[in-house]
């Protein structure tokens, strides 16, 4: 692209009133679809002059057009803020940055934008918020949230530690336009379902029928073998014959307290 083309392309940028947001700004209205990027590296005969760029490619959509029901992460109940009014518009910009402050990396030129730019006169009209967005929580916070689940924290000590680690590192902030930085009620369910995951426990399945992997007569898949060890008796769910399993675990150490 020329310098001119460049130019061109910097000042419809400016007169469309486009911006590019932040990934997680679950406040704007604006969002970004999807995202790629690769490295260039500037020509010079002299090495210490080579600087690193970063030329990355996204498609923007405006959330008054995202239908959540569609797509990878469809869903039944609407969680973005913005109402879906049918709103078209979008485009695609390709973009080179420079990225030797990696936190504010600097727009130096716009290499490619194409898209669909006319507003529905809804789209137009929507200036606030529908409903408050699910905003995720604070990384940070969540891995160290994890880490006490490993290892088995209670419930009780896990909350008041996360809000000591949340004070020591944004003091009484809730949270900013990115993330939480407490914790909500429904957010031990999630860590649960992680560290789940991460035992090999499937999320989709019924209750019924991972207990059933864990511990039938025949080939058991517990995921961890002291359930195995901690099994007294077990009768398994039989659909049109029971209406419930049944389940006896004594570990070890009951045992022998016993």
Request: with cysteine.
């Amino acid at each position: 692209m020329s310098v001119i083309h460049d130019i061109n392309a910097c000042e419809m940028f400016s007169d469309l009133g486009l911006y590019i947001p932040p990934d997680r700004d679950v406040r704007s209205k604006l969002a970004i679809v999807t995202s790629d990027s690769d490295k260039c590296t500037s020509l010079a005969k002299d090495p210490t002059k080579i600087r690193q760029f970063l030329r990355i490619r996204r498609i923007f959509q405006w959330q008054c057009g995202a239908d959540h029901e569609d797509g990878r992460h469809a869903s039944k109940k609407r969680q973005i803020g913005w109402e879906n009014v049918g709103c078209g518009a979008y485009f695609r910009l390709t973009s080179t940055h420079d990225v030797a402050d990696k936190e504010s990396p600097v727009l130096l030129t716009i290499d490619h934008i194409m898209g669909d730019f006319t507003h529905s006169p809804q789209c137009l009209e929507t200036e606030i918020m529908s409903r408050n967005p699910r905003t995720p929580l604070q990384p940070l916070l969540r891995d160290f949230a994890l880490g006490l689940l490993r290892k088995q924290t209670p419930l009780p000590q896990l909350r008041q530690q996360c809000r000591e680690f949340s004070r020591s590192h944004w003091g009484t902030q809730a949270g900013d336009s990115l993330y939480r930085f407490t914790l909500s009620p429904y957010e031990t369910t999630s860590l649960y379902r992680t560290i789940a995951q991460e035992s090999g426990i499937p999320q989709r399945s019924p209750p019924e029928n991972n207990l059933d992997l864990w511990f039938r007569g025949e080939n058991p898949s517990p995921p961890d073998p002291r359930l195995a060890a901690s099994c007294l008796s077990y009768t398994p769910l039989i659909p049109g014959h029971s209406e419930r399993f049944s389940i006896i675990l004594s570990t070890p150490e009951q045992r022998l307290l016993a």
